[in-house]
């Protein structure tokens, strides 16, 4: 009963944080571009971390968490990946120019800004298009992160926890606009943090080993790995994957190459950006958020191999043995692992990891409805208002809410890759030559934008297994699962083809097109 009620004045607690700086957020926002923008003058150390927040998700932390627990610490290499594309290259390659050019251009949105680049309303409409409509998938993906999280740890219903979960995000977002995510998202990054590296510390006590031990006896249950891992590739919980085996292509294709390149086409985080004041603000968030993903990716993917070992102590089996449902695994480990009234705080730091991750998203949808779709319609632009955008971020969370109830067991960390790839092969190319090459043209964003689109989507319809069996289009159309059965075809994800003829459109047409005479 008292760890009930300290449970519940925790979490009134954390709510009525969050509600305050929602209403900040509503009470410093004046107009359209303080809405979206936070009116260009965001603290460089709230920006950091809220990019940091909204970058690691709850399907970070539960969804490769269970990844971690079930492969092994190959996956450490997304981490890496992270932070060297993620933060360092993000923030110093891409954020200086993208803040420069946003505040040349005056945009305040992703699609906005690549629009104005290359003069082009059609390029608007069509990222904001691809945006408002393939982002909910990804989006449905963080809120069952949180939704199963609660489910396991409280034994609450899941259709109770997602509802009572989306409503929550729903309120600040649709009211506070960006001022209100920045500031809850920072709130929530230190919670994360703190949350990160108290599991990291205690996990080590538990186990009673120290960090040589664990992993020394990590590697020696290699013979522990089920059959059906074996069969394809798995070689134990410390070795990377047999190469060319499917779950290497998993590994090193969908989750850390699409993940891994796909972080720098993400509007949610290109956006924060164009927030700050100038080029020298950015530098000093590359530390912070080299830092916060070093404790908060690194804690849960090495915790998450490690957990095998709690596993086969308490339950005499491996982690994927014993919690069938690869996505409940991190859940069921706190739960059984880690102190009672750490299960409320880590709670919190899963609330923290999805609401700050799908107030960027819903944020960014709605803008991308609001601003870039309506605000275009007809034969001149319309002023963006704020009620526009609400509207956006409203249909944008049913949307999501219903592909919560559709999304099969295990998705999330797929879902979360699935996504990001598609963003890589799609808006990187044309995103990086708005930054760095003069003489890409209009005519060669849109054939990049249009090859990297429809290529990813024939290769996750046609050619990728992972995704092609389940749709089952494929099978309905030529009664096979994929249209190249040879091996490795079915293993190799859609972004190591689709982004190269990406690149080789928007260069080819670029050079066989009258170069733009000036951008505006």
């Known amino acids: 009963m008292e760890n ?240 060319g085996s499917p779950q290497w292509f998993t590994l090193i294709t969908s989750l850390i190459l699409g993940v891994g390149i796909g972080c720098l086409a993400q509007p949610q985080l290109a956006v924060r950006f164009m927030m700050v004041k100038s080029g020298k603000q950015l530098n000093r968030g590359v530390l912070i958020g080299c830092l916060f993903i070093t404790i908060t990716v690194g804690t849960i993917y090495h915790v998450g191999a490690l957990s095998n070992l709690f596993f086969l102590k308490t339950h005499g089996v491996v982690a994927s043995e014993a919690v069938k449902d690869m996505d409940k695994i991190i859940p069921v480990f706190i739960n059984s692992a880690m102190p009672e009234w750490f299960g409320t705080f880590f709670m919190l730091c899963i609330l923290a990891a999805s609401m700050s991750t799908l107030s960027a998203l819903f944020h960014t949808m709605g803008s991308a409805f609001g601003s870039d779709i309506f605000s275009q319609l007809g034969r001149r632009r319309d002023k963006t208002s704020t009620l526009s955008i609400r509207i956006g971020i409203l249909i944008s969370i049913l949307v999501s809410y219903v592909i919560c109830y559709v999304l099969s067991a295990g998705v999330i960390a797929r879902g979360t890759a699935l996504f990001m790839g598609v963003c890589a092969v799609t808006f990187l190319p044309a995103y990086f030559c708005s930054l760095y090459w003069k003489r890409a043209t209009r005519q060669g964003a849109i054939a990049s934008l249009w090859t990297g689109l429809i290529v990813s989507l024939f290769a996750m319809l046609f050619l990728h297994k992972a995704e092609a069996a389940p749709t089952g289009l494929c099978r309905l159309l030529t009664g096979r699962d994929v249209l190249i059965e040879t091996y490795p075809w079915a293993s190799i994800d859609p972004v190591v083809f689709a982004l190269p003829l990406s690149v080789l459109a928007i260069v080819v047409v670029s050079l066989m097109t009258k170069p733009q005479s000036s951008h505006p």
């Open 4 to 243: 009930s009620l300290g449970t519940g004045i925790i979490i009134i607690l954390y709510m009525f944080v969050l509600a305050l700086l929602g209403y900040l957020g509503y009470k410093r926002t004046k107009n359209a571009d303080d809405y979206l923008l936070g009116g260009r003058e965001i603290n460089p150390f709230i920006m950091a971390l809220s990019y940091g927040a909204t970058f690691i998700s709850a399907s970070a932390i539960v969804g490769f968490g269970g990844v971690a627990a079930t492969f092994g610490m190959g996956i450490q290499w997304l981490c890496l990946l992270n932070m060297l594309m993620g933060v360092i290259v993000a923030f110093i390659f891409f954020g200086r120019r993208t803040r420069r050019l946003g505040a040349q251009y005056k945009a305040s949105t992703f699609p906005q800004f690549i629009g104005l680049h290359y003069g082009s309303r059609t390029v608007q409409v069509f990222i904001a298009a691809v945006v408002f409509v393939g982002m909910p998938l990804y989006t449905a993906v963080v809120m069952k992160g949180g939704a199963v999280f609660i489910e396991q740890m409280f034994q609450i219903d899941y259709h109770v926890s997602l509802l009572i979960f989306t409503l929550i995000v729903a309120a600040y977002v649709i009211t506070g606009g960006i001022k209100g995510v920045l500031y809850t998202d920072a709130f929530q990054a230190v919670i994360m943090f703190l949350c990160m590296l108290f599991l990291l510390v205690w996990f080590y006590r538990v186990l009673g080993m120290n960090f040589t031990e664990a992993n020394q006896a990590l590697g020696d249950i290699a013979d522990r790995v089920p059959e059906r891992f074996q069969a394809i590739g798995h070689q134990g919980w410390t070795q990377m994957p047999v190469t």
